[in-house]
């Protein structure tokens, strides 16, 4: 006699506020270091005698690969749950961190620093956390609790880019790197919390979105304008966040502004975006997430103008770090958002990668570019008002956006 064991649900233990608060963990501690790159690259390069182009170039080949291996992870994610992509991308992740005191060549420093960071970053981020949560939670609680995981990755930037100085200070940059490859491996225990595929089945809502197939997913997902349109608008966001982040540090100390000053200027960036991540969580399932979208691009362009215009002081530094920490990352929540009201969540991990992967392109060019530019014409000036006119660009795309879910592929064909 032929007997079928019943499919498990998750232990009861594996409670949603638990898996929540997991996730948030590792959103706050993939960013942290993520986010405290430019406080190594005046040490770096000068103990390396490089210039800032070739730090910026690893960073760059960082943000890329981050992107590229997105829709990939996102796959996998929707295919075997988030824990063992999320853990496979913490031990990337730390690997790189751990190797980079050793890269001594320009190939060894993209290797570590680009490749592997990059990586890792792609599955041990918040994209991996954002389709877990979607797709565990109903829908009514996913916009909050994708604001929530932005707001975790913004506190490990408050609490990481400070304590990435300090260790800078008291035990020199190459052991700081180490110390933030052992806080990753946290991460990696950490994910044993999400279930997997069979067990969230059984206990979690029921996954929205027809399965049309992968490749029949992506295909729908470029048809439709709306989609092509936010993926455009992302772009802008990568750009913007990644040339700060990592240059900040470095163009505000040529400006006299103390390297403690500069490590809190990105900390501040951290601490207002929690509030602002959060924030738009909650909005984004309340009013419009294209017009929420709108006003964070337009406001972005005016504060970086408004900053660059002005002198740089420690009372612009900070004002500027409140203003854009509010912005920083609270275009995520409308965006996975759209998508996930679009399509719906059966290929949610997919389609935001592809979506992030635009950001991360973006973030390639903000930083090679920020880098490049500086060494040829000693300022960053150009791609200061580079992103400023990329945030009015991003204000016009997202504006003609339809909030309401897509034409099946099948009808689309059919009306063709």
């Given amino acids: 006699m032929t007997t079928t064991t019943p499919t498990q649900p998750a232990p009861s233990w594996r409670t949603p506020a638990l898996i929540v608060v997991c996730g948030c963990l590792i959103s706050m501690l993939a960013f942290g270091p993520r986010s405290s790159v430019g406080l190594f690259i005046g040490p770096l390069s000068e103990t390396r005698g490089w210039g800032r182009d070739v730090f910026a170039l690893a960073i760059a080949i960082q943000n890329l690969l981050w992107g590229a291996g997105g829709p990939f992870a996102g796959a996998l994610t929707d295919r075997y749950g988030p824990a063992p992509v999320l853990a496979s991308g913490a031990v990337l992740y730390a690997a790189g961190l751990a190797l980079m005191p050793y890269a001594t060549t320009h190939i060894e420093l993209y290797l570590t620093a680009g490749v592997l960071i990059g990586?890792?970053?792609?599955?041990?981020?918040?994209?991996?956390?954002?389709a877990g949560f979607t797709r565990l939670l109903?829908?009514?609680?996913?916009?909050?609790?994708?604001?929530?995981?932005?707001?975790?990755?913004?506190?490990?930037?408050?609490?990481?880019?400070?304590?990435?100085?300090?260790?800078i200070?008291?035990?020199?940059?190459q052991t700081a790197l180490l110390l933030l490859a052992a806080s990753m491996l946290l991460a990696v225990g950490l994910a044993s919390v999400f279930p997997g595929p069979r067990a969230s089945a059984a206990s979690a809502p029921a996954v929205t979105g027809?399965?049309?197939?992968?490749?029949?997913?992506?295909?729908?997902?470029?048809?439709?304008?709306?989609?092509?349109?936010?993926v455009s608008g992302f772009f802008v966001c990568g750009f913007q966040l990644a040339f700060i982040t990592t240059h900040l540090p470095p163009y505000l100390t040529a400006a006299g502004i103390s390297p403690t000053l500069a490590a809190w200027a990105l900390a501040l960036i951290g601490l207002f975006n929690v509030i602002g991540s959060y924030s738009s969580g909650v909005l984004a399932g309340k009013v419009s997430k294209r017009y929420l979208l709108c006003a964070n691009y337009f406001s972005r362009g005016i504060a970086t103008a408004v900053f660059v215009l002005l002198p740089v002081t420690p009372v612009t530094v900070v004002a500027y770090s409140a203003v854009m920490?509010?912005?920083?990352?609270?275009?995520?929540?409308?965006?996975?958002?759209?998508?996930?009201?679009?399509?719906?969540t059966r290929y949610m991990g997919t389609l935001y990668g592809f979506a992030f992967f635009s950001h991360q392109v973006g973030g390639f060019l903000g930083v090679w570019l920020g880098g490049v530019l500086y060494e040829?014409?000693?300022?960053?000036?150009?791609?200061?008002?580079?992103?400023?006119?990329?945030?009015?660009?991003?204000?016009?795309?997202?504006?003609?956006?339809?909030?309401?879910p897509a034409p099946s592929l099948a009808a689309s064909e059919a009306k063709a």
């Avoid at 829908?139 to 100085?165: I, M, N």
């Avoid at 150009?382 to 504006?399: D, Q």
Wanted: aromatic share 14%.
């Fill in 119 to 130: 990586l890792g970053l792609s599955g041990a981020s918040f994209g991996i956390i954002i």
């Fill in 138 to 167: 109903p829908p009514e609680k996913r916009s909050w609790s994708v604001g929530l995981a932005t707001a975790a990755g913004s506190l490990g930037q408050f609490l990481f880019a400070p304590l990435s100085q300090a260790f």
């Fill in 325 to 344: 920490g509010l912005l920083w990352l609270s275009t995520v929540p409308p965006t996975s958002g759209l998508v996930a009201l679009m399509f719906g």
């Fill in 376 to 404: 040829r014409t000693g300022s960053y000036d150009v791609v200061w008002w580079l992103g400023v006119a990329l945030a009015m660009f991003a204000t016009i795309v997202h504006w003609p956006i339809t909030e309401k």
């Fill in 210 to 230: 027809a399965d049309i197939g992968f490749v029949a997913a992506v295909r729908q997902a470029f048809q439709h304008r709306s989609y092509v349109l936010l």
């Fill in 169 to 173: 200070a008291g035990f020199g940059w």
